[in-house]
């Protein structure tokens, strides 16, 4: 007698056919998240160990919270060497071959957008907690992508604003020459026009630039009123002590430091970096629940030598709401774990509350900090002091400005 193969079947054994995807990989509870970081360069600092152990903190605290929870959680982290193939190269065998749920911080715009499509293809999920660029959040955008901490939108639109309110109306850029720099440099551009002021000029650095001589020489030379740092990190802090060295400030010239950590204030010290002021989605000294939480963090960590960043609190705060979505969806379907993301209101120590948006931007208040005289300062790590909180309806580009293709106009 003829075997009858069922027609299902048989289409899988010839590869005509495939199970949906919830059929292929039915939620059992087991979760990987894939920390994709920075622990070698220029943002290792902000970044770094320090993401991987507010993950880890995450994931505690999610549990503590919800003792009768089922999922089984774990965690694994990878150096992106801030190259884009190597960090795409990664991801794609972290969804492929190990089975990884979710990759949060990913450092580096460029990188970010590589990933972000690796994330798209493989329906998976990926929270870009340290990453700039706009484009993430716009023509970009997709539905398995989510931005957490800030954006080069709210980092011009906070500190751009202020300088250009203070009377700093002409500029000039030194702009780190990839996506992230350069998507800075034109949301700034764009405030300071908007609020009456011009640019006079730009140049570009490659990225960990040790050198800063030449690019300070022509903004000193441009007279504009203020230099404004297109860049992060090790870039920054380059630039800051270089400006200080060639009395560039005590010349008349302010600058404008547009993408500031803590770790970086540390390490520049007060002398150097006093009176800058930079925008910020978190402070450790803000309120007792933050305090409270940065001692936690620096437990966590094995360290009362690093202070937590805003990227160390993106990384907390997006775990946390990330775990409450695939318990809540029941799936590893990635589009389906961020549309719950979108559902689920956000409300956490480092943040407070907030929501997901259509674009896939998460949004919360931002603070406008400065950095304090050395005479202002209570300790090491007490640097900054709040000028003014922009509220959440401010912080972040309006939906309406939108160019992401889910959101519907």
């Not at 590589?114 to 970009?140: E, F, H, M, P, Y």
Request: hydrophobic share 40%; aromatic share 8%.
């Amino acid at each position: 007698m003829k075997k009858v193969v069922p027609a299902l079947l048989l289409g899988l054994m010839t590869g005509g056919m495939s199970l949906p995807a919830e059929a292929q990989a039915p939620f059992d509870g087991k979760v990987k998240i894939g920390v994709l970081t920075d622990l070698s360069s220029l943002y290792s600092d902000a970044t770094g160990a320090g993401s991987i152990s507010a993950v880890q903190l995450g994931v505690e605290d999610y549990k503590k919270a919800n003792p009768t929870s089922k999922l089984q959680i774990e965690i694994i982290s990878a150096d992106h060497q801030n190259k884009p193939d190597v960090g795409s190269s990664i991801a794609r065998q972290w969804y492929e071959r190990d089975g990884v749920d979710l990759i949060i911080d990913v450092p580096n715009s460029a990188l970010a957008l590589a990933v972000s499509g690796v994330t798209k293809q493989l329906n998976k999920v990926d929270i870009i907690v340290s990453a700039g660029s706009t484009r993430l959040t716009g023509d970009l955008c997709n539905a398995n992508t989510v931005q957490w901490t800030f954006d080069n939108y709210s980092l011009a639109h906070g500190t751009g604003s202020a300088m250009v309110a203070g009377g700093g109306k002409s500029w000039f850029f030194i702009t780190t020459d990839y996506s992230f720099g350069i998507d800075l440099e034109k949301q700034t551009s764009d405030v300071v026009k908007a609020d009456g002021g011009t640019v006079v000029g730009s140049v570009r650095a490659p990225l960990n630039s040790p050198d800063f001589s030449s690019f300070l020489l022509q903004a000193q030379a441009s007279k504009a009123q203020v230099i404004g740092l297109a860049n992060a990190g090790g870039d920054m802090q380059n630039a800051i002590k270089g400006a200080s060295e060639f009395g560039i400030v005590n010349g008349g010239q302010k600058m404008a430091a547009l993408a500031v950590f803590i770790t970086d204030l540390h390490s520049l010290g007060l002398p150097v970096a006093q009176g800058l002021n930079y925008t910020t989605a978190f402070y450790w000294d803000m309120n007792d629940a933050t305090r409270e939480w940065t001692r936690r963090f620096m437990q966590k960590a094995g360290t009362d030598k690093l202070y937590p960043t805003m990227d160390h609190a993106g990384n907390y705060s997006g775990t946390i709401h990330f775990l409450k979505a695939i318990e809540a969806a029941q799936t590893h379907d990635g589009a389906k774990i961020v549309a719950t993301m979108k559902e689920l209101p956000t409300d956490d120590v480092v943040f407070g509350k907030g929501e997901v948006r259509a674009d896939g931007r998460k949004i919360h208040p931002m603070h406008l900090m400065q950095v304090k005289a050395p005479a202002e300062s209570r300790g090491p790590w007490d640097l900054s002091k709040l000028i003014k909180t922009i509220p959440i309806d401010q912080a972040f580009r309006p939906l309406a400005q939108s160019d992401c293709p889910l959101v519907k106009k």
